[in-house]
């Protein structure tokens, strides 16, 4: 049996959502702390990349930017199992 660990990242480390196109496998890697433009292509095969995505990283940055600088920036964490 596998034992699970889980790992606690502080979201104030938080630097990149990378999307992984599922055809090709090439990832598109976002810089949370700047506000890119998300192609509506995967740029290794064309996938259409769906627009939700855009929509959803640009909720998590506004989270992130809102969240960085109070007193629990550094206090909120994301769990993660491995
Ligand atoms: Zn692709």
């Known amino acids: 049996?596998?034992?699970q660990v889980e790992v606690k990242i502080p979201f104030a480390d938080l630097t990149e959502v990378?999307?992984?196109c599922p055809d090709c496998g090439a990832?598109?890697?976002l810089d949370i702390s700047k506000h890119p433009n998300?192609?509506?292509k995967c740029p290794?095969?064309?996938h259409a990349i769906d627009s939700k995505f855009d929509e959803a990283f640009s909720r998590l940055r506004e989270w992130y930017l809102c969240l960085k600088d109070s007193s629990?920036?550094?206090k909120m964490?994301?769990?993660i199992k491995k």
Do not use: K, N, P, Y
């Open 77 to 79: 964490f994301f769990r």
């Open 18 to 20: 990378t999307l992984q």
């Open 44 to 46: 290794g095969c064309a």
């Open 72 to 74: 629990f920036g550094d």
């Open 38 to 40: 998300v192609s509506d």
């Open 27 to 29: 990832e598109i890697s």
């Open 1 to 3: 049996m596998t034992e």
